[in-house]
């Protein structure tokens, strides 16, 4: 059986369609199939996206016909790097650029304890851009070491790392 | 230079070694990285989105100079027919948003495929490494010496209090993502699997199927992932990841080893079934070469057939894709056609050793 449409390709979907007792039946190939697909699903999207998740939670609803009263309030704020403003963002549920998580701080915080359960990273710093931290966490590591140390008696080695420890802190102007 | 990306079916993640081989297939670990000075992806127009990728492959150029990372090859994928994406995405190089829409986007991968750097997708680079087995900490090691070096030539946008910065707030913070894929069939037959994995989420990991988000579950394959970013370092996530995964390797071999003692012919007879049908099959659909393949792995971890290789069942999970059959007749061809011709090289693979039983 060949494709009801382009009539080239053998029929591999077949659909059977009844709307009010009427019975109708398609047959189309693969290809033919895809344009249809819109119709059989009935117009619904069969892969509900995450980020329309994250829009709900970003606190605007698209689907929503009527602008509520804050949303038109809050429409002219704009990230002043990218442009981006806040609503455009829930829709997506992307951020514009890095800024966008300075810009729109007081936001960003619940959003990121409602979608992350946390708002502090405590892993991997950059060497280069990651400023002073990386510094800091590594006198934080360690002075975990040094007790470690201490509590093993090892003192020797205890006072090399406070050495060390030291001389990092003098790095950072302390 | 891409050809041999897509001209062989085999990559590393496929070797069938490392730690766990029989259960872990694969583990991943993909980050997260943004450069400072442009917008996100998806608000970049094409002067900028080219700018991206010329930054990243200067980048890359500039690392080689240095000796470092000789075995990365930038690929432009505007260069690729539609069908060669389709073959990078079956093994798992790139992702299929990434296939769809190729302006304005690149590719960087490591000779031996087991590192994959997309840039552009949804972050301006998302660095991926995939190695075969249980081997998260080894993978993460690689990641983040390659994310190293990347960040010695680029500035990455980072926060001292959020991490690194993406553009979806899910990433946030580590912008890690790590994952291991598990051939669970025990638990399946056991009807143990959506009992046992359903509980995961309550543990901040998701569940997806073989071909990542929005895919099923086909062939008894699961991928488990870590879903929060922020709050724990790398180290906590892996180890969290790790220990999720040693469970249910025991509950598998528990499972296994129950089949085994109460019903051995029963098993033995689905496993031999399912490779009768593989070995004489001349049309076969994917979603039934899956679960059968799944039933002969099964058969070959158990020492009931001795003469497929995990290796080779590894990379039967690309050969018989829709993409990689097409490449292989070199021609768009029908679905009967695919059927057909997927039943050829599954025969094919599984009857070149003679099977001595």
Known sequence: MYCDECKKKPATVHLTKIINGEKSEVHLCESCA????????????????????????????????????????????????????????????RFGCNECYEHFKEKVGPLLRRVQGANRHTGKVPHRSGGTIRLEREIQSLRQTLQEYVSREEFEEAARIRDRIREMEKKLGH | MYESFVNKALSKWMEGTGDEGDIVISSRIRLARNLSTLPFPHLLNSTDAKKVVTMIHDALQSLQAQEEEKDLVFINLLELQPMERAILVDKHLISPQHADEVAGRGLIVSLDESVSILINEEDHLRIQCLYPGLELEKVWNQASKVDDLFESQLDFAFDEKLGYLTACPTNVGTGMRASVMMHLPALVMTNQASRVLASLTQLG???????????????????????????????????????????????????????????????????????????????????????????????????????????????????????FLQKVKGKDISAFERDAQRATIIREKLLTEPLNQ
């Open chain 1, 34 to 93: 895809q344009n249809h697909h819109k119709e059989w699903t009935f117009g619904l999207d069969e892969n509900f996206p995450l980020n329309k998740f994250l829009a709900g939670l970003l606190g605007y609803d698209p689907q929503s016909t009527q602008p509520s009263m804050n949303l038109s309030f809050s429409l002219p704020e704009k990230c002043e790097n990218c442009g981006f403003n806040y609503n455009q963002m829930s829709q997506i549920g």
């Open chain 2, 205 to 323: 990991m998701t569940v997806r199927g073989l071909f990542g988000e929005g895919t099923e579950a086909t062939g008894n394959l699961f991928q488990i992932s870590n879903q929060v970013t922020l709050g724990r370092s790398e180290e906590e996530i892996i180890s969290n990841l790790l220990v999720v995964a040693k469970q249910l390797i025991d509950q598998e071999r528990m499972a296994r080893h129950l089949l085994l003692k109460e019903t051995k012919k029963q098993l033995e007879d689905q496993v031999w079934r399912a490779y009768g049908i593989l070995t004489h099959a001349r049309v076969i659909s994917s979603q039934e070469a899956m679960s059968l393949l799944s039933k002969v792995r099964l058969g070959t971890d158990m020492g009931m057939i001795k003469t497929v290789s995990p290796q080779t069942l590894n990379e039967m999970l690309v050969l018989t894709r829709p993409a």
